[in-house]
């Protein structure tokens, strides 16, 4: 069976029970709750299965992704919340309660992918007795996020994993975002145009890929470098501390590799534009990232073979140049 036919019949499979699942979240006015990047990205796509309403109200941070995604939406901003941090968190719960008009509002049910902004977000949908539901980011592979533990205490939230492997009585399986994309060959490219795109999470920086694509040899005044804040000066090329996601489309399409931390929002935005990524995973040994993730989802895009994934060492001009062969599309 062909890799392509393989997945497709695996989607259609999974679909009956994905379907049960979702069935649980009544369409309608929601309250959509997700901290920016990746946990956003897979909230705008969940969105519109579970049928949101234009009219639902989002919760998030202020970002130019936010700013991009929501546009022409009703969103309530809230200061971004660093990992872990309790204070943050109670600051938000306390703008939320004050600021939502919750008896106008009249929400259906209150959804959130993650991750600090799902704890105080859905505590006060239950609060004003909304029906809650919380949907584990496609990166937990083997098991939920500290939100998500967190979350899943209190018993009156629905919480559901896109894992099957860790579904339980607690966990439902609601299906996997990834599971709808193939990869495909095309020419190479020996001489590639490359952008590099680092995400924006603070305050962690992520010089080891930085280092490693610089070491290729393949840079040049064509690159392109969304670097959050891993600010350098030593980078050939147009550099860039944030992107909207008008400029990061266009980078990303214009260029012949895309170089990417591995980031969800990140990954599903490239392969939705049918790119195949170059996904190098942040790691906490490093001080790249609160926890090690990122090497989870780098995990399912290497089985899928939806993307190249490689640690900084093991970039190198010939991995950059095969991975110019491949595109992706949904199957």
Not at 158 to 169: K, L, P, T
Not at 201 to 226: C, E, H, M, N
Request: a neutral charge.
């Amino acid at each position: 069976m062909s890799f392509e036919i393989e997945f497709a019949v695996k989607r259609a499979r999974s679909r009956e029970e994905k379907g049960e699942s979702l069935k649980k979240i009544r369409p309608g006015r929601h309250l959509l709750i997700a901290s920016t990047g990746g946990h956003l990205a897979q909230l705008v796509k969940w969105s519109s299965r579970i049928n949101s309403d234009e009219d639902s109200l989002w919760i998030t941070f202020d970002s130019a992704q936010s700013r991009s995604l929501l546009e022409g939406k009703r969103a309530l901003l809230v200061p971004y919340i660093p990992p872990r941090s309790a204070i943050k968190s109670a600051g938000a719960l306390r703008q939320i309660m004050r600021q939502v008009d919750w008896e106008a509002e009249n929400f259906v049910a209150a959804v959130s992918t993650g991750a600090a902004l799902a704890v105080p977000g859905l505590y006060a949908s239950r609060w004003h007795r909304i029906p809650s539901f919380y949907i584990e980011s496609v990166s937990r592979v083997n098991g939920p996020s500290l939100s998500g533990k967190i979350v899943a205490t209190d018993r009156r939230i629905d919480v559901s994993c896109q894992y099957e492997n860790w579904a339980d009585g607690r966990w439902s399986y609601r299906g996997t975002i990834l599971d709808q994309f193939g990869r495909f060959s095309k020419a190479s490219v020996a001489s590639p145009s490359i952008f590099v795109t680092l995400g924006t999470i603070k305050p962690y920086r992520f010089d080891s890929l930085v280092d490693a694509v610089l070491k290729t040899g393949l840079t040049d005044d064509r690159t392109i470098w969304q670097v959050g804040c891993t600010s350098r000066e030593d980078l050939p090329g147009k550099v860039f501390p944030e992107m909207s996601s008008n400029e990061f489309d266009a980078a990303a399409s214009a260029a012949d590799i895309v170089v990417t931390h591995s980031g969800v929002g990140t990954i599903l935005r490239l392969l939705d534009m049918g790119i195949y990524p170059v996904v190098v995973p942040r790691i906490q040994p490093r001080g790249e990232h609160v926890d090690n993730h990122q090497m989870q989802i780098a995990s399912v895009v290497s089985q899928r073979k939806i993307g190249a994934v490689a640690n900084p060492d093991e970039i190198d001009p010939a991995l950059l140049i095969e991975s110019s062969g491949f595109y992706v599309k949904e199957i």
